[in-house]
């Protein structure tokens, strides 16, 4: 009996593919097409999602670059923003001062960093 029901699915099967071969290959086709290869519905939403990514990442510098140009333009008309700027980042001073940073980050000690210099 089991062998009958076999035949009877078989032939059911090679019905299907016989009426209906050409939307079996365009089925199989846009499988294939859609989510197979580097072209696929998946690699095109991959892609979408760095695109999203990198347009943040360019608005982000872009605006960088406009508070830089901004500060460049003040150093370049203004004396006194050209000396903090120079004390604050690159921790210059004039012949007759002394220049003390202070800092609320946290330190870490230079035992824990593994410099074995330190005694």
Known sequence: MAKKNFSKTKSVVKKILHLNKYLVVLVLGAVIV??????????????????NELKADIAQYQALTKANLDQIDKMNFDRKTLERVARERYFMKQKDEDVFVLSDDP??????????TVE
């Open 107 to 116: 330190q870490t000690p230079d035992i824990m960093l593994g410099n074995e």
């Open 34 to 51: 859609g989510f197979l290869g580097e072209n696929s519905v998946i690699a095109h939403l991959h892609n979408q999602m760095r695109i």
